[in-house]
């Protein structure tokens, strides 16, 4: 298994502005994913990351909107850009890949979008 | 594709209940089988897993059994306490894919009352 932790794990922001949201786990790990978590509903794959490439979008999200980092093994950000409300959401990131299990997710970070 | 149908909640049950949550699965190759479960303001723990038929994934008092005749995974539990109270969500993956991709089913809101 593994720790992940995310940061802010909160945060309400103005409309039409860009809010980074960190991924730390405690060991390495091949692939980072991050996921949206819409009120009450499952969640939904925005993207893969691979330490060393160009993270993978899935249909219905760009990289313009969501870019992300992923510069080690163990780190991973996921920026939101030029929110709207629709974004308010629970973005939650996961790590695994090669060697795990399954994937272990991190708390979440609950955002609000004014 | 893969995908996954689980039990529409909510789900309401008194303390020490049997609880039974349906999941089943549609996948082209022999999936992984997983619940997680995710607690109020949390994000989501592996609850339990299963990687071959007929495998039973145990924890907490959770059982699952893999069923491939049926392309189930129902998660019970013999007696729920009020902490159980959560959401829970089925998911597999393709362990011969590379991209380790998890696909979830909706999730089950489960409320315990004492």
């Known amino acids: 298994s593994a720790v992940i932790s995310q940061k802010p794990s909160r945060d309400i922001c103005q409309r039409g502005t860009s809010l980074t949201i960190q991924c730390q786990v405690d060991?390495?790990?091949?692939?980072m994913f991050w996921y949206r978590q819409q009120p009450g509903q499952s969640l939904t794959l925005i993207a893969t990351?691979?330490?060393?490439?160009?993270?993978?979008?899935e249909s219905g999200f760009v990289i313009d909107k969501f870019p992300i980092s992923r510069p080690n093994l163990t780190f991973s950000t996921l920026t939101v850009s030029n929110m709207s409300p629709e974004d308010s959401s629970i973005y939650l990131c996961?790590?695994?890949?090669?060697?795990?299990?399954?994937?272990?997710f991190g708390p979440g970070t609950r955002l609000l979008v004014l | 594709g893969d995908s996954v149908t689980q039990m529409e909640g909510p789900v309401t049950l008194s303390e020490e209940a049997f609880l039974t949550i349906n999941c089943t699965y549609t996948?082209?190759?022999?999936?992984?089988l997983f619940w997680y479960v995710q607690y109020p303001g949390e994000g989501l723990q592996l609850l339990l897993k299963?990687?071959?038929?007929?495998d039973k994934g145990s924890n907490k008092g959770f059982e699952a059994t893999y069923r491939k005749e049926t392309t189930s995974f129902h998660l019970e539990k013999g007696s729920v306490q009020v902490s159980d109270s959560a959401v829970y969500f089925c998911?597999?993956?393709?362990?011969?894919?590379?991209?380790?991709?998890?696909?979830f089913g909706k999730g089950t809101l489960l409320t315990v009352n004492p």
């Open positions: 996948a082209t190759g022999y999936p992984s």
């Open positions: 060991s390495q790990v091949t692939m």
């Open positions: 998911a597999l993956s393709d362990p011969r894919g590379s991209n380790y991709k998890l696909t």
């Open positions: 996961s790590a695994g890949g090669r060697g795990w299990e399954t994937q272990y």
């Open positions: 990351a691979n330490q060393g490439s160009e993270a993978t979008y």
């Open positions: 299963a990687t071959k038929a007929d």
